[in-house]
């Protein structure tokens, strides 16, 4: 790809984490300002990209690059978290719509923008 988006419209907010959350990986609304592994088909709330002493830095909005399961395409798109910290198309009309911008099959990576 000759053009990058990293680092478009990103927008990233502070939440309390629970030891289940790692970098790089789909999270949910667990608590009062409080985020979680997102489980097989929950709607993620963003991405953690940074987790330390018990807090997770989570994007919100811009570009982010992540590992999918099962079949994506190109442009607008529901998604939902599948199992291991991975992302998936929504198999209804519950998700968070997405752009996904490039897919790159033979790593199963795509890159979204939030």
Not at 17 to 39: E, T
Request: proline share 3%; net charge neutral.
């Amino acid at each position: 790809m000759n053009v990058s988006f990293q680092g478009f419209d990103e927008q990233l907010a502070t939440f309390e984490a629970d030891s289940s959350v790692k970098p790089g990986v789909p999270v949910k609304m667990s608590g009062n300002g409080q985020v979680a592994l997102c489980g097989a088909a929950d709607v993620p709330c963003g991405f953690a990209v940074g987790v330390r002493d018990g807090y997770a830095s989570v994007q919100l909005r811009g570009y982010f690059r992540i590992a999918y399961t099962g079949s994506l395409n190109l442009g607008r798109q529901l998604i939902v978290a599948d199992s291991g910290g991975k992302i998936k198309a929504s198999s209804n009309t519950t998700g968070i719509s997405v752009l996904i911008t490039d897919l790159d099959s033979s790593a199963s990576t795509a890159g979204l923008i939030l």
